[in-house]
């Protein structure tokens, strides 16, 4: 933890840079100035002026769209921002869990413990999904219980084409390092997650894409 990261995320308390970042950080791509203001409530102005204290603060990242006509006339290029590819962590006191779970991971391959790794990921997710469904009604309360407890945990579901797909992989720093086995654990554990729900475990599988989780859920079972 950097006396930065806390400075950054101390940015995040006033509501109305909260709201502009989760705007954008929501869209998943590019906001423009005009679009994180309509979102979060506010002037166009006083949007330009904390998304760029949030690009200052690493929060954000900036740059410019080419104007869609060409020519005299169309205008100077606009400003747009997206989430910054940064990751920052706050623990009191501070923790190396990822420092940990890079060793393991490369203890996993060197030993070609694989499909154990996995077995235990399904478990995990088993675990989990259990302890969701067994307060009275919690999985029948409406809505997709798995969506709730992956949105809680990070993963920033959303729909598309009938499917739930996830902008961020909660383990992204790992999955760089070690892809493969990662990815493999990340889809066993959310199978895990749906059969301890009392769900179809195949409705999650591998669709990576740049910059999302690579699991995907469909929508319903059956789809």
Do not use: I, W
């Not at 995320?9 to 509501?15: F, I, R």
């Not at 203001?37 to 900036?62: F, M």
Request: hydrophobic share 40%.
């Amino acid at each position: 933890m950097s006396d930065d990261d806390l400075d950054a995320l101390a940015l995040l308390h006033d509501p109305v840079r909260r709201s502009l970042y989760e705007a954008v950080a929501g869209r998943g791509g590019e906001v423009g100035r005009a679009e994180a203001a309509e979102a979060a409530g506010v002037s166009r102005t006083l949007a330009g002026h904390h998304l760029d204290r949030l690009v200052e603060a690493g929060l954000l990242e900036s740059g410019f769209r080419a104007p869609e006509r060409k020519g005299p006339g169309s205008g100077r290029p606009a400003k747009v921002y997206r989430r910054a590819a940064a990751e920052l962590s706050v623990s009191l006191p501070p923790r190396e869990y990822a420092t940990l779970g890079a060793v393991l991971a490369e203890v996993v391959e060197e030993l070609g413990a694989e499909e154990r790794a996995e077995a235990a990921a399904r478990r995990a997710g088993e675990r989990l999904g259990r302890r969701v469904a067994e307060p009275a009604g919690s999985a029948s309360s409406g809505g997709d219980p798995a969506e709730a407890v992956l949105r809680e945990r990070g993963y920033e579901p959303y729909a598309e084409d009938g499917r739930l797909r996830m902008r961020n992989c909660p383990f992204h720093a790992l999955a760089m390092e070690q892809p493969l086995l990662v990815c493999s654990m990340n889809l066993a554990l959310c199978q895990g997650l749906l059969a301890g729900l009392g769900d179809d475990p195949d409705r999650a599988r591998l669709d990576p894409r740049p910059g999302e989780c690579c699991v995907t859920l469909s929508k319903t079972n059956g789809d």
